[in-house]
């Protein structure tokens, strides 16, 4: 009898000494990152048409570092450090530059997270000459 009671001690504390071992492991883990996220998806559409879908999209991500599909994101991801990812800041008033084709829209949206907030913004501009004179100063919108 004394063997079957000890048996059952035994295993009864390996039962808590391994259920001990594992909420300490769970409880100790680390974060996977020091930096609060920022990842965006910027898109660029005509919108008019029979379907407002993206013309092109691109993905920037700007932390820890600069990466995604953006063709430009080291600084592209400057630039929105530089203005706290305020995007209004980054589109200049319209240039006195003569466009043609005024009743082509071009719209540029901007969703995700920026240092951690969550971000949408949208920009819509007359056409693609007033959008691409934005997108020869910014290298944001410049995808």
């Not at 409880?27 to 990842?39: K, M």
């Not at 600069?66 to 530089?82: F, K, N, Q, V, Y």
Request: glycine share 6%; aromatic share 4%.
């Amino acid at each position: 009898m004394r063997l079957r009671l000890a048996g059952g001690v035994i295993a009864a504390a390996s039962l808590i000494t391994a259920t001990l071992v594992t909420t300490s492991v769970t409880a100790t883990a680390a974060p996977t990152s020091l930096y609060a996220p920022s990842a965006l998806v910027l898109t660029m559409s005509y919108p008019g048409g029979t379907t407002d879908t993206a013309a092109r999209a691109v993905t920037l991500s700007c932390a820890p570092r600069a990466d995604g599909t953006h063709p430009d994101a080291i600084d592209a991801c400057a630039e929105l450090r530089s203005v706290h990812g305020q995007l209004d800041a980054l589109v200049p008033p319209a240039s006195d530059q003569a466009c043609t084709n005024p009743s082509s829209p071009v719209t540029i949206t901007v969703d995700g997270v920026w240092q951690g907030t969550h971000t949408s913004w949208k920009h819509a501009f007359a056409n693609s000459c007033e959008m691409n004179n934005v997108a020869t100063q910014s290298s944001l919108f410049n995808f």
